[in-house]
C-alpha cells in the first residue's frame, strides 16, 4: 500500500478525530451566553433551574469536558493538589499515595506526585516544579525540609506535612507515634523471653527512624536490660540493608535469638539472610518489622509487625488539605500504634 505524503497523513489524522467542544458551543446550543455556562460550571451562576438543566443538558450531548486550566484562570484555582513523596517506588509511601489519591478525587483535585530522592535539595527543587504548575495547595510525606521552610512555604499556599508537629494558619500536621510503635514491639520480643534482641535501625538523619532506636533503648531500659551496642546495626530502610545486617552480624559471631527491624523491608532482607544461613524462623530467631507492609503478610513466615496505617494516613493528610483549601482549620488525629502478631515470632528457646 503506498504511503501518504507526511502533510497530507497528518490532515487525514487531524480530520479523524472528533472536533473539539468549546465552552462557546455548549452556550449556544443551550440558548445562553458563554459566561452563564462558566458560571454554572463553577457553581456560581444564580439561574434558573430550565436553564441549568439545559446547560447539562447541552454539555452532556457534545461530550464537553471542563478545562482545569481555563477553571484555574477563571477562579483562581487549577483543582491540583502536588504530593511530595520520599520515593515513588517505596510500597510504603506508594500505599500513603493511594490514600492522597482516593480522597482528593473524592473532591474534584488531581494529584500531581513528584519524589524528593530522599535529601531536601531534590525535594526543593520537586516544591518549585509543583508551584510552578500553579497547584493549590502541596502534601509533603516526611519531609525533608526544616520547619522554617514549610512555615514559610504555608505563607504562600496551604500545606500538610506528616512526620511533623507544626502550626500555622495554612499549614496542618500529622505525626506516628514512632516511639510507642517500637517500644511495643520491643517489649513483644522481651516477654517472649528475648533478651538478646538486635536492632536494625533506620537512616539516622531521618526523626521517625530516631524515635523508633528510642523506643527500642526505652523498652530494654524498663526491663533492666542494658543495651549492647554491637547489637544495634546500621540500615537504610532498604531490603538490602537488612540483608547486610545479618550477614555482619553472623560474620562477627554475634549472639542473638531476635531481630527488631525499624521497617518491614528490612526485616524482609533480615529474613533472606537467616533463610540463606539455614537459621529457621521463629524456631530458632524471631523477627519483627515495622510498618504493617502487604508484602510481610505473604512472607514465609508471616511477619509480626507494628501496623502503620499508610494508606490511611494518605487520606487524613488529603481530608486536612481539602479542609485548608476551604479555609477551616482540619483535626487531625492518626490511629495509635498497635503490634500486629504472626507467624515470625515465637517464644526464646536459648536463653
Known sequence: MPRLP???????????????????MVAQAAGVSPSTVSRILNGTAVVSEDKAKAVHGAIERLGYVPSPVARGLAGGR???????????????????????????????????????QWNEIDERRSVAVLRARR??????????????????????????????TLSAPR?????????????????????????????IAGAPDHQDAQERQRGYLHALAVSGIAPDEKLIVAGDYSEASGLRAIDGLLRRGAEFSAIFAANDQMALGA?????????????????????????????IPPLSSVHQPSCEMGQIAARAMAALLGGTRPELQLPVPRLIVRESAAPCRRE
Open 271 to 299: 529474613m533472606l539472610g537467616l533463610y540463606r544461613h539455614g537459621i529457621a524462623i521463629p524456631d530458632q530467631v524471631s523477627v519483627v518489622g515495622f510498618d504493617d507492609l502487604q508484602a510481610g503478610h505473604f512472607s
Open 171 to 199: 499549614l496542618a500536621s500529622l505525626r506516628f507515634d514512632n516511639f510507642q510503635g517500637a517500644v511495643e514491639a520491643t517489649q513483644y520480643l522481651l516477654r517472649l523471653g528475648h533478651r538478646r534482641v538486635v536492632f
Open 135 to 164: 497547584v493549590d495547595g502541596i502534601i509533603l510525606l516526611d519531609a525533608r525540609l526544616s520547619d522554617g521552610e514549610l512555615l514559610q512555604l504555608a505563607e504562600q499556599l496551604p500545606v500538610v506535612a506528616t512526620g511533623r
Open 6 to 24: 507526511a502533510a497530507r497523513g497528518a490532515a487525514a489524522s487531524a480530520q479523524a478525530q472528533p472536533p473539539l467542544v468549546t465552552i462557546e
Open 78 to 116: 487549577t483543582f491540583s493538589v502536588g504530593a511530595v513523596t520520599q520515593s515513588l517506588d517505596s510500597p510504603f509511601y506508594g500505599a500513603a499515595l493511594r490514600g492522597i489519591e482516593i480522597e482528593l478525587q473524592q473532591i474534584g483535585y488531581t494529584p500531581l506526585f513528584i519524589s524528593g
